[in-house]
């Protein structure tokens, strides 16, 4: 037993199983009709995978996959609201009866609404758990099953580094985040046994579709998210690209953004200064305008 456990975690250190093979696996993408979801539509068109473009727009999604089949690829659009269980079930029953299995499943959707507890809309907590949290677990639910019957499979999890820095003022955004993560690290070990990998995707700031539906409650949220994203230094093809290699190496974690891994680091190793830094940025005007100024400087992003 100690002998197979040390194999195990020499194995891990070295980077874990052999690489995951996507050319010519069945890849189911929610959140596919913009920002990350396209991007990632792409990225794994280009190697060789068959891709189910799911989006709660239909036209979008349409819009991805013709972007594929330009680029040689093939695939299908599909409409889903991910907030919906009877919704993500037909998507799951649909896709692997159609094409006789699923490989991948991205849970990609996401939404956010920025302020402060107490200020945000109850209204707005459930909208973004609905459709963050619960679209992801309706994802895993209805498609893990599945994948255990057919021998294998791969779960990819949108989260974000907000989900391991509980960034100011995006209390609903943090929590449910945090929780994709936590509920990743929970299938990691679960699903292991049945040959399916999970791998939780936590990138910083990066320009995506978030800002059309963003909801907020103060006016500085809004001059923040508009300034992250306009100073962006990474681009969702990128983001999708490191999405990619992290899965063909079986990553648990990928933060794309350095300033993200430094941020997490710092939070873990000096948790009392991480937090007081954060509480002065959020105590007053000087804090704020200073935010603003490292948000224009890629500090960051």
């Known amino acids: 037993m100690e002998d197979t456990i040390r194999e195990f975690l020499v194995r891990e250190r070295r980077g874990g199983m052999e690489m995951y093979r996507l050319e010519g696996k069945r890849v189911v993408i929610t959140g596919a009709g913009s920002g990350l979801g396209r991007a990632l539509s792409l990225a794994l068109a280009a ?3 068959r891709v189910g ?19 040689g690829g093939e695939g299908e659009a599909y409409r889903v609201d991910v907030s919906k269980p009877g919704e993500v079930e037909a998507m799951a ?8 299995g699923v490989d991948v ?19 707005d907590w459930e909208w973004v758990f609905g459709v963050n949290f619960w679209g992801v677990l309706y994802g895993c639910h209805y498609f893990i099953p599945r994948m255990k019957a057919q021998g294998g499979g791969y779960i990819v999890n949108i989260a974000s580094a907000a989900g391991l820095l509980t960034l100011l003022e995006m209390g609903p955004y943090n929590a449910t985040k945090a929780a994709v993560i936590a ?7 679960e699903l292991a046994p049945f040959g399916i990998g999970v791998t939780a995707v936590c990138p910083m700031f ?6 059309e539906t963003m909801r907020y ?19 969702a093809d990128q983001v999708a690209e490191a999405v990619v290699r992290a899965v063909e190496r079986r990553k648990l974690y990928v933060v ?25 940025f959020n105590r007053d005007d000087v804090g704020r305008r200073m935010l603003l100024w490292m948000a224009r400087k890629g500090l960051i992003q």
């Open 93 to 100: 029953e649909h896709f692997f009866s159609s094409w006789g």
């Open 256 to 280: 794309p953004q350095f300033s993200g891994r430094f941020f997490w680091a710092l939070k873990r190793m000096r948790p009392g200064l991480y937090h007081g830094a954060l509480a002065f």
């Open 105 to 123: 499943l991205v849970n990609n959707a996401g939404v956010v609404s920025a302020g402060f507890v107490g200020d945000i809309p109850i209204e």
């Open 47 to 49: 190697r060789g995978c």
């Open 183 to 189: 509920l990743s690290e929970t299938l990691r070990s």
């Open 206 to 211: 990066f320009n995506t579709r978030l800002l």
């Open 217 to 235: 409650t103060d006016e500085f949220e809004r001059e923040f998210a508009h300034t992250t994203f306009r100073y962006a230094r990474m681009s």
């Open 53 to 71: 473009a799911a989006d709660i727009e239909e036209g979008r999604a349409r819009e991805t996959l013709e972007m594929v089949r330009e680029r």
